[in-house]
C-alpha cells in the first residue's frame, strides 16, 4: 500500500463541522479513515480508457473488466475491434448492461477517431485543455460526462475531474454537497470546492472512496446510516435513522 495522501487520515475528526469551503476535504479524511486507501487503478493510454468506460455504464467493474479482456483475447488490437462486425462485438461483450446499444456505439466512436484523426489513438489529446479535450470525447455516442471525466482522470493524461457514476452522486446528493441535479451539474459544483492543492490522483482517490461507500453504506435502498463514518453531517441519514431506528 502507498503512502497515504493525506497523513493525518487516522487522526480523530473535529467536533465541529468545517466552513464550507472545507467540507469536502474534512469529508474525504472520513471516508478516507473509515475505509482505507483505496486500490490502486491500473492506469491506460486515453483510448483503452476510453472503450473501458463506455462498457462500464451501469456494469459492475468486475463483469466490465472481463468484458475489456475478452476483447482483447478475441480481436488482438483495437484496431481489429474497430473492423469486426456489430454482431460479434456483442456476442464478446454480452455481460454488460446493454450490450446491443453498447456494441454499436462502441464500433462507431472508433471509426469516428480513425476517420478524423487518421488513426486509431487518442494519445493526440495530450496536447489540448482539459475543457476541449472533455467535449471533443464526448462527441462519440455512448460518451457523456462520466466517459470523459474518466478518460482525462483515470488514463495517463492525468487530468483534473471528478467521475460521477450513480454512488458518488448518490453520496454527494444526501450529504448536501451539492443539490440533486445530472452528472454534468454535480461534478462542475463539486469541482468549486476542490482544493487548488488537489492534484488529479487525489481526485481520483476521493471518486473511489464515494463510489465505496455508496456500495457499501449509503445504498440506493436500505441505507446503512446509523454505521455511517459521515452521520453527524448528512440530514438524510440523521432523519432515516429517527424514522427507522433499526437501520
Excluded at 4 to 11: K, M, N
Excluded at 50 to 61: E, G, Q
Excluded at 71 to 93: C, H, S, Y
Aim: proline share 9%; net charge positive.
Amino acid at each position: 500500500m502507498t503512502e497515504s495522501l493525506f497523513p493525518d487520515a487516522h487522526v480523530p475528526p473535529p467536533k465541529t463541522q468545517p466552513a464550507d469551503p472545507d467540507r469536502l476535504p474534512y469529508i474525504h479524511r472520513l471516508l478516507l479513515g473509515y475505509y482505507g486507501e483505496p486500490a490502486e487503478r491500473e492506469r491506460w493510454d486515453p483510448l483503452t480508457q476510453f472503450i473501458y468506460s463506455v462498457l462500464a455504464a451501469r456494469t459492475r467493474t468486475k463483469i466490465t473488466y472481463a468484458a475489456l479482456a475478452k476483447l482483447r483475447t478475441r480481436f488482438g488490437t483495437w484496431e481489429n475491434l474497430r473492423e469486426a462486425p456489430v454482431d460479434a462485438i456483442q456476442e464478446t461483450i454480452a455481460d454488460v448492461t446493454y450490450p446491443e446499444q453498447k456494441a454499436p456505439h462502441l464500433k462507431l466512436a472508433l471509426q469516428q477517431i480513425t476517420a478524423r484523426t487518421g488513426e486509431l489513438s487518442l494519445d493526440f489529446l495530450a496536447k489540448y485543455r482539459t475543457e476541449k479535450v472533455r467535449a471533443w470525447i464526448e462527441q462519440f455516442p455512448g460518451a457523456g460526462p462520466m466517459v470523459s471525466a474518466e478518460v482525462v482522470n483515470f488514463s495517463t493524461l492525468r487530468r483534473p475531474a471528478l467521475v460521477m457514476n450513480s454512488h458518488h452522486m448518490r453520496v454527494a446528493h444526501r450529504i448536501g454537497l451539492t443539490p440533486r441535479g445530472d452528472a454534468e451539474r454535480t461534478e462542475e459544483l463539486l469541482m468549486r470546492l476542490v482544493p487548488e492543492t488537489w492534484t488529479p490522483e487525489i481526485l481520483q482517490q476521493d471518486h473511489a472512496l464515494f463510489k465505496i461507500h455508496g456500495q457499501t453504506l449509503c445504498l440506493f435502498t436500505e441505507p446503512h446510516c446509523r454505521k455511517c463514518p459521515l452521520l453527524k453531517l448528512c440530514r438524510y441519514g440523521q432523519s432515516h435513522v429517527v424514522a427507522d431506528p433499526q437501520t
